[in-house]
């Protein structure tokens, strides 16, 4: 090699040798062991546990198995921007309609405001389309959809049910039938008759029953119970009176003595409403005499010679049943039960025919027409309603009272009806008019019963949790007569079928009679 030629000198690179933990940790292990295992039995005892695991990780190394997934954010961050790219894009493509009103009625059906505090129909519009562009171009008529189906499923709730009844329901349906035409027949025909009268007839009439109603004061006054009184009705000929109490007795007494005649024992709780059957004093064509309700359910029904049930009428349990009517023929039994539902029962046949819902809260009271082919039922939901027996269709909605009904009662004229609620006021409705002819501000507290004359329906009762009862003129609706003289609240009354007489039960546990002086 000669001087002139270049020597070419590369540098080395060093090169470093990363040893594993894991070997140096098991050299110093048997390094340890060696030596008599002193060191490592220092740390077990100085420190529970030695320098490294059984897998040979040295013990000060901390090691997690949580990892930042950078790669999956920034993924997701990506993914975001590209979908608002798209969303920006699809938002120039949606048609909007360029009149504002059509602009601001899109913006209420999507349920936002249709004007914003300096905005213009241009920012208005900019506006409704980038909605749709998250919502979709279809979110208009989806909403409108919605709203369709919820008025749909409002108006289904309205609509009323219907049970499925027995074949003896069209038996039932074509007897009532029978049976109201020609007693509607004779109605009318009295009610013409009646106009045929001159009007000073007619005047004097209503003079004298106007003197005999404000003259009414306490004829006979009773304790008739240990418990309070709940429910009165008299017998078809005015000469008894049956009563219902809390203690789950009832009883009959006489009239005008108030004398006990019977004690009828069965229910084992509060008993709600006791009334007599249309024919109970004519053996060829009552089932029963009497029917009682009790809170429990019970259904129970009486003859006048025994003080034990005649039978049971099963199946309300566990629904308590606050109120039972006879209709008209007697051969019927509705009752009305906590279930939102009233039955119709056929006591000949000893079977239920009818199980009728309309109601949304449970069913209080009910009232048959003097002809036999309508009943009214009030409920705790505020509303009446008006059903047709022949064909089970409910022909008029009792909608006005704003608390629910307690009472409700059918004139005898066919056409008016009654209800006392507990919103403090009275309602006549006319069925010919289908709508409320008069209301009633009657009471300072709820309206527990109410009343037509029997006879003529020349006046109305109603009594009230205010301690009194009331008389009202059924032409003008002026107040006659308060009666008072209970000291706690007239939990229900009854007007005799001659009109001689007017009962009244309380919750201080008496009745009262009231006649005119």
Partial sequence: MSDDEEVLYVKKQKTIHYGSLEEQERQRLAAIAASGGSQLEENSEGHGSPAGDASGMPGNVHTNDEYMELEDEISRDKQALLEEFE??????????????????????????????????????????????????????????????????????????????????????????????????????????????????TLTARRQELQKHLTGLSIYCSQIGDTRPLSYCNFSPDSKMLATASWSGLCKLWSIPGCELLKTFKGHNCNV????????????????????????????????????????????????????????????????????????????????????????????????????????????????????????????????????SIYGIDFSPDGYHIATGSEDNSCRVWDLRR??????????????????????????????????????????????LKTLSGHDGKVMGLDISPDSKFIATCSYDRTFKLWAPE
């Avoid at 409108?144 to 609509?159: C, S």
């Avoid at 039955?343 to 199980?355: I, M, P, S, T």
């Fill in 87 to 200: 969303r920006r894009k699809k938002a120039r493509q949606v048609n909007v309609s360029t009149d504002d009103s059509e602009v601001k009625r899109n913006l209420r059906q999507l349920g936002e405001p249709i004007c914003l505090f300096g905005e213009g129909p241009a920012e208005r519009r900019s506006r409704l389309r980038e909605l749709l562009s998250r919502l979709g171009e279809d979110a208009i008529q989806r909403k409108q959809e919605e709203e369709e189906e919820r008025l749909q499923q409002e108006k289904d709730q309205e609509t009323t049910w219907y049970h499925e009844g027995p074949e003896s329901l069209k038996d039932a349906r074509l007897w009532i039938a029978n049976y109201s035409l020609p007693r509607a027949k004779k109605r009318l025909q009295a009610a013409r008759q009646e106009l045929q009268l001159p009007e000073a």
């Fill in 434 to 479: 289908r709508n409320c002819v008069y209301t009633i501000p009657a009471h300072m507290n709820l309206i527990s019963d109410i009343k037509y004359q029997r006879s003529g329906g020349h006046f109305l009762i109603t009594s009230s949790y205010d301690n009194t009862a009331k008389v009202w003129s059924s032409k003008t609706w002026q107040p």
């Fill in 272 to 403: 709600g409403c006791i009334t007599f059957n249309p024919h109970a004093l004519n053996d060829e064509e009552s089932i029963c005499a009497l029917a009682s309700c009790a809170v429990d359910g019970s259904v129970k029904l009486w003859t006048l010679n025994s003080e034990e049930p005649l039978a049971d009428v099963e199946g309300h349990a566990p629904h308590r049943v606050s109120r039972i009517a006879f209709h008209p023929s007697g051969r019927f039994l509705g009752t009305c039960c906590f279930d939102s539902s009233w039955r119709l029962w056929d006591l000949a046949v000893g079977q239920e025919v009818l199980h009728q819902e309309g109601h949304t809260k449970s069913v209080y009271c009910l009232s048959f027409q003097e002809d036999g082919a309508l009943a009214a039922s009030g409920g705790l939901d505020s509303f009446g309603r008006v059903w047709d027996l022949r064909t089970g269709r409910c022909i008029m909605f009792l909608e006005g009272h704003l608390k």
